[in-house]
């Protein structure tokens, strides 16, 4: 584990090695429980209460003011308009011995224990403006405070429960990237590989894949591959290059392979992370004007709900692995829902934005074989057991396996050109049992299988399995003798 104790500078230094990682002793060495009590009753056990704005008024001669204004939260999904309520109270005098203090009367205003509020600031006017100071009795402050809090109480009620009061509409705004209309977004079985062997297993397999994503940069740099797999299939499946995990800036080797690849002729990007997108767009936008290749998100990027869909300029996504079959269909179902019901109300908008990118007819895949990456680390495995290969920026990968507390096997690849680790499940998710009701449940859907580190005879066993389940016949006879989970499918993460 990273060293999570206030000893370690952590990764603004540096992004792995020996020193971070914890190898005998627990991952931290404790916290203070009163910051973990106060943490306790704010964010677990604590009541959930609404932040307001305090704005004290006392000015000699005339009556104290309090304001308190409630703080929309930008990150509610529901729209809710900002409320005030300002009251009154006793007249406010010239200090003859002991003036009031500023800290006082923040003191005193923010006891707002027992409400259903917490101030998040606090101001006070009028303090200053003669030499003696103001007064006002304690009681009366704390009166105040009692009435604004009451006032603010029924105008939130008022607000709540009358619907001819204005609810001010939050437009989603529609999403800045233009695909050309000549993109095929659907494939009914895509297949990634990762070496020469695990496609030459697909090539010779009755599987017939729509979509083959390859995910090392050494055979995208072989000129006749592409050409040769599209040769060799009567209808040529999408060729996809599988970017890395994770792309930096502190060498030019990441940013030069993107570029490299956008000179590729293939179809689409599996892109792994928000910068190969915000790279990739910049990119063919400065160039072409439009994007000519599809974009499709990963798993490893945010897709557990609608809005996050939504958000990301792709044009097709791939469901969590984290969620369960259950869950996808909640999901898209809001998503499709939401599409209807926002752009419905936008008809030109609409028809003029399809006309360029053909939103919001996305694509999806689910993920029904392969290992699932239960960590993708900065740091390395092997460098802290045995030494770095020194080998960075080169095209070059090791696969070491590691053993969890259960003494099971763990796969871990080290990617020493872009530097990051990839660990993977000790079993491979399969569904293949599953996939008529996946099938039946989702029409729409693309499924993908992922190779990673299976050997060639493995991945030709496969192959053979889903094509037997996806001609409606019973998988022959030692074809299904590997172990295997179905990861999420019957419950999700929580």
């Given at each position: 584990?990273?060293?999570?104790?206030?000893?370690?500078?952590?990764?603004?230094?540096r992004h792995n090695g020996r020193e971070m990682v914890t190898?005998?002793?627990?991952?931290?060495?404790?916290?203070?429980?009163?910051?973990?009590?106060?943490?306790?009753?704010?964010?677990?056990?604590?009541?959930?209460?609404?932040?307001?704005?305090?704005?004290?008024?006392?000015?000699?001669?005339?009556?104290?003011?309090?304001?308190?204004?409630?703080?929309?939260?930008?990150?509610?999904?529901?729209?809710?308009?900002?409320?005030?309520?300002?009251?009154?109270?006793?007249?406010?005098?010239?200090?003859?011995?002991?003036?009031?203090?500023?800290?006082?009367?923040?003191?005193?205003?923010?006891?707002?224990?027992?409400?259903?509020?917490?101030?998040?600031?606090?101001?006070?006017?009028?303090?200053?403006?003669?030499?003696?100071?103001?007064?006002?009795?304690?009681?009366?402050?704390?009166?105040?405070?009692?009435?604004?809090?009451?006032?603010?109480?029924?105008?939130?009620?008022?607000?709540?429960?009358?619907?001819?009061?204005?609810?001010?509409?939050?437009?989603?705004?529609?999403?800045?990237?233009?695909?050309?209309?000549?993109?095929?977004?659907?494939?009914?079985?895509?297949?990634?590989?990762?070496?020469?062997?695990?496609?030459?297993?697909?090539?010779?397999?009755?599987?017939?894949?729509?979509?083959?994503?390859?995910?090392?940069?050494?055979?995208?740099?072989?000129?006749?591959?592409?050409?040769?797999?599209?040769?060799?299939?009567?209808?040529?499946?999408?060729?996809?290059?599988?970017?890395?995990?994770?792309?930096?800036?502190?060498?030019?080797?990441?940013?030069?392979?993107?570029?490299?690849?956008?000179?590729?002729?293939?179809?689409?990007?599996?892109?792994?992370?928000?910068?190969?997108?915000?790279?990739?767009?910049?990119?063919?936008?400065?160039?072409?004007?439009?994007?000519?290749?599809?974009?499709?998100?990963?798993?490893?990027?945010?897709?557990?709900?609608?809005?996050?869909?939504?958000?990301?300029?792709?044009?097709?996504?791939?469901?969590?692995?984290?969620?369960?079959?259950?869950?996808?269909?909640?999901?898209?179902?809001?998503?499709?829902?939401?599409?209807?019901?926002?752009?419905?109300?936008?008809?030109?908008?609409?028809?003029?934005f399809e006309r360029k990118s053909n939103f919001p007819k996305?694509?999806?895949?689910?993920?029904?074989?392969?290992?699932?990456?239960?960590?993708?680390?900065?740091?390395?495995?092997?460098?802290?057991?045995?030494?770095?290969?020194?080998?960075?920026?080169?095209?070059?990968?090791?696969?070491?396996?590691?053993?969890?507390?259960?003494?099971?096997?763990?796969?871990?690849?080290?990617?020493?050109?872009?530097?990051?680790?990839?660990?993977?499940?000790?079993?491979?998710?399969?569904?293949?049992?599953?996939?008529?009701?996946?099938?039946?449940?989702?029409?729409?859907?693309?499924?993908?299988?992922?190779?990673?580190?299976?050997?060639?005879?493995?991945?030709?066993?496969?192959?053979?399995?889903?094509?037997?389940?996806?001609?409606?016949?019973?998988?022959?006879?030692?074809?299904?003798?590997?172990?295997?989970?179905?990861?999420?499918?019957?419950?999700?993460?929580?």
């Amino acid at each position: 584990l990273y060293m999570r104790s206030q000893i370690e500078t952590g990764y603004y230094h540096r992004h792995n090695g020996r020193e971070m990682v914890t190898l005998s002793q627990p991952g931290y060495s404790g916290s203070s429980e009163t910051l973990l009590k106060e943490i306790r009753d704010l964010y677990l056990t604590g009541k959930k209460t609404i932040p307001v704005q305090m704005t004290a008024r006392l000015i000699i001669g005339k009556p104290a003011e309090l304001i308190l204004k409630t703080v929309a939260n930008e990150h509610s999904l529901r729209a809710m308009d900002e409320v005030s309520a300002s009251v009154r109270g006793e007249e406010v005098q010239e200090a003859r011995k002991a003036p009031l203090q500023e800290e006082q009367v923040i003191r005193s205003l923010k006891k707002l224990g027992g409400t259903n509020f917490h101030c998040i600031s606090c101001t006070v006017e009028g303090l200053t403006e003669n030499r003696t100071g103001v007064f006002l009795p304690s009681a009366a402050l704390n009166e105040l405070r009692r009435r604004a809090v009451a006032s603010l109480e029924e105008k939130i009620l008022l607000q709540k429960d009358n619907p001819t009061l204005p609810v001010e509409r939050k437009e989603v705004p529609l999403p800045s990237f233009h695909a050309g209309n000549e993109i095929v977004r659907k494939a009914n079985l895509h297949v990634s590989v990762e070496s020469e062997e695990q496609l030459s297993a697909l090539m010779r397999s009755p599987l017939k894949a729509d979509r083959i994503s390859i995910g090392v940069l050494p055979l995208l740099q072989n000129p006749s591959l592409i050409q040769n797999i599209r040769s060799f299939y009567k209808e040529p499946p999408q060729i996809f290059a599988a970017l890395p995990f994770m792309t930096r800036e502190e060498t030019e080797v990441d940013l030069k392979d993107l570029d490299f690849l956008l000179q590729l002729p293939i179809d689409g990007f599996v892109i792994r992370n928000l910068e190969e997108l915000a790279y990739l767009l910049a990119k063919e936008e400065k160039e072409a004007g439009q994007r000519k290749r599809m974009l499709l998100a990963d798993a490893s990027l945010y897709c557990w709900n609608h809005r996050a869909v939504l958000a990301l300029p792709v044009d097709a996504f791939t469901l969590p692995l984290e969620l369960s079959f259950h869950d996808w269909g909640r999901m898209l179902a809001a998503l499709r829902e939401f599409e209807s019901r926002e752009f419905e109300s936008r008809e030109f908008e609409l028809r003029e934005f399809e006309r360029k990118s053909n939103f919001p007819k996305r694509s999806y895949e689910i993920p029904v074989y392969g290992n699932a990456p239960m960590m993708v680390s900065a740091n390395c495995v092997k460098k802290t057991v045995s030494g770095c290969s020194g080998r960075r920026g080169e095209c070059y990968r090791e696969r070491i396996f590691m053993k969890d507390r259960t003494d099971r096997q763990l796969p871990v690849t080290c990617e020493c050109r872009y530097c990051y680790n990839i660990i993977e499940n000790a079993l491979p998710t399969s569904l293949h049992k599953q996939l008529f009701a996946i099938r039946k449940s989702f029409p729409d859907a693309g499924l993908r299988l992922a190779f990673t580190g299976e050997r060639e005879d493995e991945c030709e066993r496969v192959c053979r399995l889903f094509h037997e389940v996806e001609s409606g016949r019973e998988p022959s006879s030692g074809e299904e003798t590997f172990a295997y989970t179905t990861g999420r499918y019957r419950k999700s993460t929580e």
